[in-house]
T-cell receptor, first 118, second 112 residues
Framework: GAVVSQHPSWVICKSGTSVKIECRSLDFQATTMFWYRQFPKQSLMLMATSNEGSKATYEQGVEKDKFLINHASLTLSTLTVTSAHPEDSSFYIC??????????????FGPGTRLTVL | AQRVTQPEKLLSVFKGAPVELKCNYSYSGSPELFWYVQYSRQRLQLLLR??SRESIKGFTADLNKGETSFHLKKPFAQEEDSAMYYC??????????????FGTGTLLAVQP
């Protein structure tokens, strides 16, 4: 099946620094990847849609200058949290979209990255 | 507005009992509905989608457009069904890309 990896699985950083999270589709190409944020005991909230070779589409309320997304290849999307602050601490999850039969599409999720900003 | 509502945060049942996880949605067009499951310490994974009309691990879900519901059902719960279940709706982002809108999730706890 389609496998999506994320690196790192967890990261601790100091306030004011930037952190890059990678999302890779291991055995397929993904023109579209999605970035979600999940707070403890809450649902996944879509942050942005990442399209290979073009600018990401951000959801309302998500600062594009703070959460930089780059989708330079069909197997890699990166999320950079710039000038991180404690309130950015969260679980970040990516997914990659695969088209299947009957014009359906399925999102395959990565394992997530736990970010803690001190 | 597009919205997915899962009214129960926690559903606790005994092994062998029937299970119904409720999901209601709000969507102006023709939606595509999904159930995702997250087992302890594992990633989110697709359980089933309404257009497939499949039974996965004994679970079924029927889309009821009149009641705007997509409840997940299983006649006899097993302990290994204990997990977090998310109902999701696929909507369009300006017609360009489908995106998933998730409900808040229901934690199913199956007691022995």
């Amino acid at each position: 099946g389609a496998v999506v990896s994320q690196h790192p699985s967890w990261v601790i950083c100091k306030s004011g620094t930037s952190v890059k999270i990678e999302c890779r589709s291991l055995d397929f190409q993904a023109t579209t990847m999605f970035w979600y944020r999940q707070f403890p005991k809450q649902s996944l909230m879509l942050m942005a849609t990442s399209n290979e070779g073009s600018k990401a589409t951000y959801e309302q309320g998500v600062e594009k200058d703070k959460f930089l997304i780059n989708h330079a290849s069909l197997t890699l999307s990166t999320l950079t949290v710039t000038s991180a602050h404690p309130e950015d601490s969260s679980f970040y999850i990516c997914s990659a979209r695969v088209f299947g039969r009957e014009s359906t599409d399925t999102q395959y999720f990565g394992p997530g990255t736990r970010l803690t900003v001190l | 507005a597009q919205r997915v509502t899962q009214p129960e945060k926690l559903l606790s049942v005994f092994k062998g009992a029937p299970v119904e996880l409720k999901c209601n949605y709000s969507y102006s067009g023709s939606p595509e509905l999904f159930w995702y499951v997250q087992y302890s310490r594992q990633r989110l994974q697709l359980l089933l989608r309404h257009i497939s009309r499949e039974s996965i691990k004994g679970f079924t879900a029927d889309l009821n457009k009149g009641e705007t519901s997509f409840h997940l059902k299983k006649p006899f719960a097993q302990e290994e069904d204990s997990a977090m279940y998310y109902c999701a709706l696929s909507g369009f982002n300006g017609g360009a890309t489908n995106k998933l809108i998730f409900g808040t999730g229901t934690l199913l706890a199956v007691q022995p």
